[in-house]
């Protein structure tokens, strides 16, 4: 989980403050918040926790490692002088105001379509997990 | 701080998004298997990051990170959800014994 926030520490050193700041904001106060209550919630009293036994450990363990030297030769064999954008200059100062003009102008439908996918995520999310055997006693008992 | 070659976000995020796969083919906690594939989905905001520094009047790389962090948050909170059912159901979360369908 700490790895996680640290990633914000990396967007800090890309230039993308804006992008570092609203993912510590989602990490810590969202999903941080959303993973210790399942936890929390799906805890078994009789033994302390299944996740004591793992499965095929070595097996998945050189698949990830594979794919990781698959992964970093490639990188270091890529030319990045044919990339377009390679001799453009880098960011420098921050990037909010433009983020925010071009979320307005230029990407405004992908904007408002997240908007709208969070917001059924959320309420599809809080129908899912409601159990509804107990509200219709709830319902039945008023 | 703006001199970092491209190759070290990308050598950064392959180890990510190798650690991620590695946590969701061993762990068997469900939980444990969505924080990694919260990880591999950091490790390619990483690499869309990293290449949006050379598109400064764009930013294109970070609008797109903006929307997959969104789709992230939306992805989590739906999955803990149904975590938090198949527990009640089946009073246990651990993948290997979630074998039935129709329950």
């Known amino acids: 989980m700490v790895s996680l926030i640290c990633v914000a520490g990396v967007y800090v050193f890309a230039g993308a403050d804006f992008l570092a700041i ?22 078994r009293n009789e033994n302390p926790y299944p996740s004591s036994k ?30 377009a954008n390679y001799s453009k200059p880098f960011i420098t100062g921050s990037t909010i105001q433009l983020i925010g003009q071009l979320l307005m102008t230029k990407h405004l439908i992908a904007f ?27 319902k039945k008992h008023a | 701080m703006h001199n970092i070659p491209t190759q070290h976000f990308l050598i950064l995020a392959a180890a990510l998004l190798a650690i991620g796969l590695a946590m969701v083919l061993i762990k068997k906690n469900a939980i444990m298997v969505l924080m990694g ?20 009047d764009q930013l294109q790389g970070q609008l797109l990170a903006l929307f997959v962090l969104v789709i992230a948050a939306a992805e989590a909170s739906i999955a803990l959800a149904m975590v938090i059912k198949i527990f009640h159901h089946f009073k246990t979360i651990d993948l290997d014994e979630l074998k039935e369908l129709k329950g």
Do not use: P
């Open chain 1, 22 to 43: 609203a993912h510590i904001m989602i990490y810590i106060g969202g999903i941080l918040v959303l993973i210790l209550f399942s936890i929390m919630l799906t805890r």
């Open chain 1, 54 to 83: 793992n499965r095929a450990v070595w097996l998945s363990i050189s698949v990830a490692l594979s794919m990781f030297i698959l992964l970093f030769t490639l990188i270091l064999k890529f030319n990045y002088t044919t990339l």
């Open chain 1, 112 to 138: 408002e379509l997240a908007g709208i996918v969070l917001m059924v995520a959320l309420m599809g999310a809080s129908w899912i997990a409601t159990q509804h055997n107990e509200v219709e006693k709830i």
């Open chain 2, 37 to 56: 594939i919260e990880l591999m989905l950091n490790a390619a905001n990483i690499n869309l990051v990293a290449f949006s520094r050379n598109d400064a």
